[in-house]
């Protein structure tokens, strides 16, 4: 079965508003950059991926995925990841209602493809698959029918949201343990775990570099 991968990202120094404590707008747009670029390098060549789409407002994010070979669907103004996911969404399935679809918020640094490949094993057209994030309760990932109407919630403390309308719908729900699309960076405390991990990629090595000029300015 198919599988195409819609990422939704915002850049610029607005993004990431809940590290402004820590990082200024130029950090935080430079993670949003790297953060991306890694997702679409740990997808290139994947397998199970047929197709990436990445939806921003931000110019630079499009020429990163432009440059990554994934299709671009620049929007005219930034709104909320579930408007540009559900624009998204329609998009897709007004082409091809068949196969899966994979809804991916872009800041993932450690996104593995064999997790999702396994996401979407676990998907079928009775079970949508909604990965619960491991920082704030949100949803790191759905894998579900491409002409499936699921209402989209993302935000904080959104699974149990993303899970109810599931049901709601008739659906059973996979939440499968996949460590790679539960790790989103959201908060400082993430931040500083993704410096001490053992992570490799571009948003690892920003964030071990942030953690250092932070130490040498202490």
Known sequence: MTLRVIIAARGGPEAKSRLAGRLDGPERASLAAAMLAD???ALNGAEAVDRVYVVTPTPELARIAAEA?????LEAEAGGLNAAFEAARRRLAARD???????????LPRLEASDLAEA???AAADTVVIVRSQSDGGTGAIVQPAGLDLPLAFGQDSFCRHCGGAAGLGLAVASPNLSSLSLDLDRPLDLDRLAGSAAQGRAAALARAFRHQAGAAA
């Open 69 to 73: 070979d994934a299709v671009v669907i």
């Open 97 to 107: 209602q068949g196969g899966l679809i994979a809804l991916l918020p872009g800041d």
């Open 39 to 41: 997702m679409l390098s």
């Open 120 to 122: 979407a094993a676990r």
